[in-house]
Nanobody, 115 residues
């Protein structure tokens, strides 16, 4: 059974940093791409960052230069380093892995950026 468990969310002031972690189990971690999505109040769920098995990364325009996705295959963990956080980054962040024929989601972790 595939399980994804996020951690590292919390409340920070604008300009602060957080690092989210997602521990995966039930899959051969290195064989799959990993992604981070978020859903903010009043907005659709959006793809924030993606890390492929080939080492390629993609970011939403809104987070480029501020967020960094990385993965540690030995630890079955994917990370999202978030710097220079803005209030508009406030959202529930989800870790995902596409495993044909479905995509698995973690439970989500809340990130709140406010003064």
């Amino acid at each position: 059974q595939v399980q994804l468990v996020e951690s590292g969310g919390g409340r920070v002031q604008p300009g602060g940093s957080l690092r989210l972690s997602c521990a995966a189990s039930g899959i051969i971690f290195s064989a799959y791409a990993m992604g981070w999505y978020r859903q903010a109040p009043g907005k659709q769920r959006e793809l924030v960052a993606r890390f492929t098995t080939g080492g390629n990364t993609n970011y939403a325009d809104s987070v480029k230069g501020r967020f960094t996705i990385s993965r540690d295959n030995a630890k079955n963990t994917v990370y999202l380093q978030m710097d220079s956080l803005k209030p508009e980054d406030t959202a529930v962040y989800y870790c995902t892995v596409p495993v044909v024929p479905r995509t698995y989601w973690g439970q989500g972790t809340q990130v709140t950026v406010s003064s």
